[in-house]
């Protein structure tokens, strides 16, 4: 029975249009970018799964499935330690007694299967330590060379905001006033479950946080492949369980002796499925202390490397080491095939007893993977304070966006103009460098009811392409040639142009990450590196708030410069000249991939059928070779002086 469930529509990977072009190419910019400066989205799981009380096992793997499906990086858990049971519930009450579970419930058809309780439990007695053998490095889909591997179905479409200047703001037009509507899978058999209700919960003993970590460790093994692979981070925010004599009271704090023991701690729950996937305190702290280790960051070949500009580097007594400095997703996944950072999030004060020094090694402390960010908003959605981009101020150093999180919605269940309003702030908060979590109950609908909205909220915080883009260069002849990617200075956007086309390029400005330059020249696409000045190279933002930046200056060179007769678009270095939809960094770049992780039957047919035809025209070869012979032996046999036959040259 699997637990990770989606609608096949939520699933990005099967989503074969524009959408799973622009997460694969959007991640492959920031890949060597440091985790801590990449903004990633984010949910708070009570509110988009468990808004209406209902803590039922079946429904919340469908809400944990579909939010991780739709391209959520960030998990925000609220778990409750249920005393009577010694277990981490997702509900918020105590559900057993001495006699066992509580005898107030009702009877519910629901999908029958093995609670992840009962599964962790079962792995621990018949495995020792519940590890899975560690996972090889992430499955390569290696290139073919082909054209149509990555070629989904495009269409275009043109959008337009306002100018930027030390805040973003977009218009409607870019998030979408009504949600498309998709059709859903038939949930699978059902049977009779128990609900426990308990004042305004109803709970089934199976929805605690081992049921979360298996659909996570599913969806960690289902997106095992470089193509589609992502990092994960788990935030858990710990609380005590409710009496079930007062369960909408406060919960009491838990005796000394009535704490998790050492099997029940956080780590030991969270490690009983994931832990091959687990990038830990312990790996990071190793990895910043010695630079020149062999295991080090900078010990693999470059493209795998952190940009290191986004931290500091020191040297003591010939060991180089960083105080800050966190790895990139390449080095993460494709060098350690790590997937997943878990952290603490809010401590009640009933569980400051809790023994947080045994889970130190796999969790990092509280805080340390988020940093809260205040940001008010202006009448138009636009932030008034609190965004990282300012034009005057380009260092990194003051400019530090590290962890950045913004929390949308505080519980609330925003519909029509509200939930429009909420999109547009994510957006703003994107380009201003701050990851959003959304904690809101979008269209007053969970997750499992209905994830279109929460699909919605993903694709506001993307920051590289424009809606219906990068447009679809093998649909039809006429955008054969649009195979180049730029940034438009209207829409803050990037979009497909026709790579002939003369534009000035975007010019990184040594290797900082928010100085950039306009190249001297407007001209075709392959030329236009050869503008960039002094200290300067052609380039792409990889960053949402490097983006932000480029877009300011862009806009300043457009409004300085009155003979600009390019337009309003910039070249980036960044195209699908190789292989059509696979957007690579490099004028000369292949393409490293085959096709998207749903063509997995071409994967092994094509080195089937590629054998099967080596193997016929091997065989043609032999029979033409066999067939000439016998035709150049007849040719060249000779009657020699002495009356013998001889073939070939005489000697």
Known sequence: MSYYNPDPAAIIAQQQDERFVTFLSQRDTSLQIPVNYVTYPGVVLTAACFAHGRYEETAAAKCFSNLLATGFRRLEADVFWDVSRSVWSLCPVELGTADGPLSTSVSEASTPFQTATQLASDLLTNNGDAKRAAPTPLRAVERQNSDVLLAPSFSTRSASTPSIT?????????????????????????????????????????????????????????????????????????????????????????????????????????????????????????????????????????????????????????????????????????????????????????????????????????????????????????????????????????????????????????????????????????????????????????????????????????????????????????????????????????????????????????????????????????????????NSSFDVPRTALENTYLLSAWRDFRSDDSDNDGGALLWLDLNDLDVTSCWVIGQNTTCPYDGPPSTSTREIAVPVVGGVIVLVLAVLTVLVKCAGNRQKSKRRRRRGDGGWDYEGVPS
């Open 166 to 534: 030390t805040t973003v703001t977009l218009d409607a037009p870019l998030i979408p006033t009504s949600l498309p509507t998709y059709s859903r899978a038939p949930d699978p058999v059902t049977s009779d479950v128990t609900m426990i209700q308990a004042g305004p919960y109803s709970c089934t003993l199976g929805a605690d946080l081992a049921l979360l970590v298996q659909v996570l460790s599913e969806h960690l093994d289902s997106t095992e492949t470089n193509l589609n692979a992502s990092t994960n981070m788990l935030t858990l925010n710990i609380h005590a369980a409710a009496s079930p004599n007062d369960p909408a009271g406060s919960a009491q704090a838990p005796s000394d002796d009535q704490m998790p023991d050492s099997g029940s701690l956080l780590s030991s729950v969270i490690a009983s499925n994931t832990s091959v996937y687990m990038y830990t305190p312990d790996e990071l702290e190793s990895q910043r202390s010695d630079l020149n280790n062999s295991k080090s960051w900078f010990a693999v070949l470059p493209e795998y490397q952190p940009a290191a500009i986004y931290f500091q580097v020191d040297t003591n007594r010939g060991q180089v080491y960083t105080p800050n400095g966190w790895p990139s997703e390449a080095y993460i996944e494709m060098q350690q095939a790590k997937r997943l950072l878990v952290g603490f999030g809010e401590i009640d004060p009933q569980m400051s007893g809790y023994n947080f020094t045994g889970d130190e090694g796999l969790i990092f402390s509280q805080n340390y993977i988020d940093e809260s960010r205040v940001v008010t908003f202006g009448s138009n959605n636009d932030i008034e304070t609190g965004c990282f981009f300012d034009p005057n101020v380009t260092s990194l150093a003051r400019t530090n966006n590290s962890w950045a999180l913004t929390a949308l919605g505080n519980g609330t269940a925003p519909t029509g103009a509200a939930l429009t309003s909420m999109l547009l702030q994510a957006r703003n908060l994107t380009s201003c460098g701050i990851s959003t979590i959304i904690n809101g109950t979008l269209n007053n609908a969970t997750a499992d009811e209905n994830f279109e909205a929460y699909a919605a909220f993903v694709n506001a915080t993307v920051w590289t392409w424009a809606p219906r883009q990068p447009v679809n260069s093998s649909a039809s002849n006429e955008y054969s040639n649009y195979r180049c990617a730029a940034l438009n200075a209207t829409s803050g956007y990037w979009q497909a142009e026709d790579c002939g086309s003369s534009l000035y390029g975007a010019c990184r400005i040594g290797d900082e990450p928010y100085r950039w330059q306009i190249s001297d020249a407007n001209t075709p696409y392959d030329r236009v590196d050869l503008g960039c000045e002094g």
